[in-house]
């Protein structure tokens, strides 16, 4: 198992995404928020760049107009095709804003600013085991905040080419706080996210001014497959999401337990031969992805140290 | 203040609507539940007919398709004109249906099921004070249903015509249960919405049955304004609910109380010379009506008994 490379450069272009879905209201109001009092987002070493990521979701406050912003930075839709729809349209101009994916020129890290309706808490979005910056920017998160118990989720299935905002940059991280439904703006949740973002670019300062990260030992939650809602033959719902479920999400699931309690009054049990750790459980936008819950196993790993940047030979030498 | 008359009749006509708004989902799955099973809606003397009120919104899963069907029952909406939107054309629908409104064709009794994001707990919502079946109907769920602390809410501002689904139907009440997202089915609170619309269908058939019912005092809360989310001079929010205010619906608010958040970290207080008891607090579907809040009043009245039917003259006679 190899580690993505970490940073040899300080990161100088960052940006923080809100609104990549249009009913999701932290991101977007700190966006707008930042938009007017862009000073928040200066630290001695860089600016970050706030991006109002769909604006026409946001407008019609839905998750999206046409389809997922989020499943959209993937090769297959960044190239130009005739009549493309709003979110592939708009996922080019992020991705020349942003990155271009997987080039020199990309961002050095997007940070991406998610609610869910699921009782997640505080949920750490990285790509995978690998990515070392991402890990300890999320141990570094878990230190500053330990009454918010934060949970890292690592996101990419492996093989998959990601598909999300964060991966047109060099490097990014997700945030996914919750509960809070879609359109309405908590003001516990706000400011969660806001404090968790000025810790984001502080400690992508600390990295830039040639801070050393020590080895540990990380717990993360990784996707092993999806639970879709019990359905009738003709594909509504037969039942939902089981009481003695709900809101238990990142706790374990065994063989035996309840998970659906159907309209007939039945329950239905876990049938799998182990426990999972059931995740967005029953998040109101992945009813139509047929998704009642995200299965994950739960990982402990070592993550290596990330050594100081060697400073820069100075401009005399 | 005169009350309305009570029904001289049994009430033989009876309808339970859900997805009027089609994001709210408990009322919906239940009368896609019912429309399978209509058994359950049963009882001795009459059968309750289950209504999918707004069909498109609900396929979409949204509140509206052009525009919010229950405030569309008002006469200037039921005469057909060219070009109507979507809910004017389905208010007439069910004006037909259920009503008309206001003849002596229309249904005996009309329940509409509902959730709201905000955490009202559960609520039922009666036209006024006059509307004496609809609150010894009350009275007979806060008896049932002690551990639920129902709360009553006297819709009818004086003076407005209803314009609520409701409306159409001879007598009508509402049930308002949450906090529930929109798009999210909780088994908890369809459980509860499915119990105390069986009991509602039992206090009806009590009622046909020749019951008496005696005199009461109730306690209410009657709606005297509304306050809007602090906003930018562009119409954005500057602002949301005071954490101190979230959630604490029915709980009065008194002079000087926080009420809104900034985005600036300052606190707005609330300015007026009496307590209110703030309901529907940071609703989702209320931001666009430029709604944080509404503000009630709480109401001690007393409700006079109900006679029991007179029996009607055997077929002999």
Sequence with gaps: MCSLPVPREPLRRVAVAGGTHGNEMSGIYLVRHWLLTPAELQRPSFSAVPVLANPAATAACRRYVDRDLNRTFASTFLKPTPDDP???TRARELNQLLGP???GQAFDFVLDLHNTTANMGTCLIADSSHDVFALHLCRHLQLQYPELSC?????????????????????GLGLELGPQPQGVLRADIFSRMSALVATVLDFIELFNQGTTFPAFEMEAYRPVGVMD?????AGNL???VHPQLQDQDFQPLQ???????MFSGEDLLYEGESAVYPVFINEAAYYEKGVAFVQT??????????PALTPAPSPAS
């Design 255 to 261: 063989p035996g337990d309840p998970i659906f309690q």
């Design 101 to 103: 994916k997987a080039s």
């Design 151 to 171: 949970q890292v989720l690592l996101y990419q299935r492996s093989g998959e080419e990601s598909h999300n905002l964060n991966s047109v940059a060099k490097n």
């Design 229 to 233: 809602f019990p359905r009738t033959e």
């Design 297 to 306: 196993e739960k990982l402990t790993f070592s993550v290596p140290a990330m």
């Design 238 to 240: 037969a039942g939902t």
């Design 86 to 88: 709003y979110e592939v």
